[in-house]
């Protein structure tokens, strides 16, 4: 297989200009051309007057060998790399009880796959319930304000990522694939063919719900479990060995090999790790609002006379500002044409996210624009970065009106230092419902200073960015995890054997991909400590 990387075309150009792009650039006749598979395609539209395509792609062609000396000095050119992953053997079964895997959002799934594929019938244990009775819990909430603490957009099958944008970027690049290992089950599983190269790849609330749904099957096809509505409330240990673990109901499930990968948001289970001797430290994250601005907005900013063109999907945003508190702001979970969600996982507190569907086709885009905050902000203690965020949600919900609606004010008001009173031209999208208000309560002075000095900033990338009437709400605390669960290079908790942090929770990854990625490889470091132990 040949890879051709940089064939640039118009972006609205068809599949036989591609076909003639590849003949050109390889100097062959079409009877040579046997295939033609898109690998990455970007949208380049730093030049509004002419937006274009970017591909790298992989062509099956008759004479490959004689085909690459021809082009043997063109960087461009070259053989494509192996995209397979390789899963790891285990060499002989596991001597006493199966591994256990806690929590089933992305980390967790993956690592139960990869566990699953190497005969470990492992067992993964949720605190919340399947993807299908989840999503009725969640859009409950949404619509009636009955938060169930168990089962939320933070908590339950699919993990925190299920209701959101699905996006799949990541930076870090596998030498062992095993990003396209994840891409290519997803796909397998029912997400569109093209996350497989699109450069900015997304899948969507609906079509995640579904995919959780299809890998869990093909794990307990693979010899794994699922145990739902178990939360894991401690663990059983024997001197520094992890033994087991026990379940809210009282339950002991043994095993000498447990991956714990419960997200950023399970702040009951990282008092008990710390109360069992596991060694924590706080790690920076950050905090803000979601700003809402017409979908029309960005696309205009970033098309211009080519908005609205069928083949251009929702444009999305990418802002940083260095302020003069010396704290970074920047735009964090951009959804194009999505809705702003309520994310609370626990009762008296508002937090808020972003979400979108495939189609991108909302009225407004979305973002959450945050700075940073720092293990000093909340006095270095291992768990203060949990009280901070506990802090400032149950203020939001009080500034909310003690109902889990949202604060929320104008961006022109907010710039100007007055409370809004009520909306303009941008209808928010979250529910339960907003109330106008005074953001500064909601979050730490330096915070909002610092989110203050940053929008005029970015009304100079984005214009329309600081229009009087896109809407401010608040307050967005998730961003990454704010615990790190020490491990070491063999994955496993450095105080306790046995023990394999992994995912956004363990604070060594955070987003879909990469949470999945550290999955993989806490799943592989447990096979490789069994096959040494055997
Ligand atoms: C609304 C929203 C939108 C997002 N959008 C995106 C996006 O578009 N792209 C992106 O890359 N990232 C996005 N993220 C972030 C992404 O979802 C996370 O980085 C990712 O889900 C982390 O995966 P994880 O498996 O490590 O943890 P999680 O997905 O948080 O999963 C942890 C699991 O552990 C379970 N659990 C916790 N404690 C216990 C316990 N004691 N016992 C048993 N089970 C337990 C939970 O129920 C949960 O299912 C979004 C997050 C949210 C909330």
């Known amino acids: 297989m040949i890879r051709i990387t940089e064939l640039i075309l118009p972006f609205d150009h068809d599949e036989d200009d591609l076909r003639l792009a590849v003949l050109k650039t390889l100097g062959i006749e079409e009877c040579q051309l046997n295939?033609?598979?898109?690998?990455?395609?970007?949208?380049?539209?730093?030049?509004?007057?002419?937006?274009?395509?970017?591909?790298?792609?992989?062509?099956?062609?008759?004479?490959?060998?004689?085909?690459?000396?021809?082009?043997?000095?063109?960087?461009?050119?070259?053989?494509?790399?192996?995209?397979?992953?390789?899963?790891?053997?285990?060499?002989?079964?596991?001597?006493?009880?199966?591994?256990?895997?806690?929590?089933?959002?992305?980390?967790?799934?993956?690592?139960?796959?990869?566990?699953?594929?190497?005969?470990?019938?492992?067992?993964?244990?949720?605190?919340?319930?399947?993807?299908?009775?989840?999503?009725?819990d969640t859009y409950n909430f949404w619509k009636t304000r009955e938060l169930n603490s168990e089962s939320n957009v933070q908590f339950g099958e699919g993990g925190a990522g299920t209701f959101s944008d699905g996006k799949l970027q990541t930076r870090v690049r596998d030498k062992l694939n095993r990003d396209k290992k994840i891409l290519q089950e997803l796909v397998l599983a029912g997400a569109p063919e093209e996350i497989l190269f699109k450069n900015k790849p997304h899948i969507g609330t609906a079509k995640l719900v579904k995919v959780v749904e299809n890998l869990r099957k093909k794990i307990v096809e693979l010899g794994g479990e699922?145990?739902?509505?178990?939360?894991?409330?401690?663990?059983?240990?024997?001197?520094?060995?992890?033994?087991?673990?026990?379940?809210?109901?009282?339950?002991?499930?043994?095993?000498?090999?447990?991956?714990?990968?419960?997200?950023?948001?399970?702040?009951?289970?990282?008092?008990?790790?710390?109360?069992?001797?596991?060694?924590?430290?706080?790690?920076?994250?950050?905090?803000?609002?979601?700003?809402?601005?017409?979908?029309t907005v960005i696309d205009q900013n970033q098309y211009g006379k080519q908005a609205g063109h069928p083949l251009l999907e929702a444009a999305d945003y990418q802002l940083a500002h260095h302020s003069s508190l010396g704290r970074t702001v920047y735009s964090f979970c951009m959804c194009p044409g999505g809705l702003v969600i309520a994310a609370s996982s626990g009762p008296g507190t508002v937090?808020?996210?972003?979400?979108?569907?495939?189609a991108?086709?909302?009225?407004?885009?979305?973002?959450?624009?945050?700075?940073?905050?720092?293990?000093?902000?909340?006095?270095?203690?291992?768990?203060?970065?949990?009280?901070?965020?506990?802090?400032?949600?149950?203020?939001?919900?009080?500034?909310?009106?003690?109902?889990?609606?949202?604060?929320?004010?104008?961006?022109?008001?907010?710039?100007?230092?007055?409370?809004?009173?009520?909306?303009?031209?941008?209808?928010?999208?979250?529910?339960?419902?907003?109330?106008?208000?005074?953001?500064?309560?909601?979050?730490?002075?330096?915070?909002?200073s610092a989110i203050k000095e940053a929008l005029p900033k970015f009304e100079k990338r984005i214009r329309g960015f600081t229009l009087e009437d896109a809407v401010l709400t608040g307050i967005e605390t998730r961003t990454s995890s704010p615990v790190r669960i020490l491990r070491g290079k063999d994955y496993q908790s450095i105080s306790i054997r046995g023990l394999y942090p992994a995912g956004e929770g363990s604070g060594y990854a955070g987003g879909i991909l990469s949470s999945a990625m550290d999955g993989?490889?806490?799943?592989?470091?447990?096979?490789?400590?069994?096959?040494e132990e055997n």
């Not at 937090?351 to 495939?358: A, D």
Request: charged share 25%; glycine share 8%.
């Open 351 to 358: 937090v808020t996210n972003g979400m979108s569907q495939y």
């Open 360 to 448: 991108r086709n909302e009225r407004n885009a979305n973002s959450a624009i945050v700075a940073e905050v720092v293990p000093t902000d909340f006095k270095d203690k291992p768990l203060g970065g949990i009280e901070f965020q506990q802090r400032w949600e149950e203020k939001t919900f009080l500034l909310g009106g003690g109902n889990f609606n949202a604060p929320c004010q104008l961006v022109g008001d907010f710039l100007n230092g007055k409370p809004s009173s009520e909306l303009g031209s941008v209808q928010p999208s979250y529910l339960p419902g907003i109330t106008m208000t005074d953001l500064r309560g909601c979050l730490p002075v330096y915070v909002v």
């Open 35 to 136: 295939s033609v598979a898109i690998s990455r395609s970007s949208l380049d539209a730093r030049k509004k007057h002419s937006i274009r395509r970017v591909y790298t792609l992989h062509i099956e062609t008759a004479d490959e060998k004689q085909v690459l000396e021809k082009h043997a000095k063109n960087r461009k050119i070259s053989r494509a790399p192996e995209t397979k992953y390789i899963v790891p053997i285990l060499i002989r079964k596991i001597k006493r009880h199966r591994p256990l895997v806690i929590g089933t959002g992305p980390a967790g799934i993956f690592a139960g796959l990869v566990l699953a594929e190497a005969g470990c019938s492992p067992l993964l244990i949720d605190r919340g319930k399947p993807v299908s009775e989840r999503t009725r």
């Open 520 to 531: 993989i490889k806490a799943a592989e470091a447990m096979i490789q400590s069994i096959n």
């Open 226 to 295: 699922y145990q739902f509505q178990s939360r894991v409330d401690d663990l059983i240990l024997e001197r520094d060995q992890i033994k087991g673990i026990k379940l809210q109901s009282g339950e002991e499930i043994r095993s000498d090999h447990v991956i714990l990968a419960i997200g950023h948001s399970a702040r009951d289970t990282f008092k008990m790790l710390s109360r069992r001797g596991v060694q924590l430290e706080a790690k920076p994250f950050s905090v803000g609002f979601r700003i809402e601005h017409p979908q």
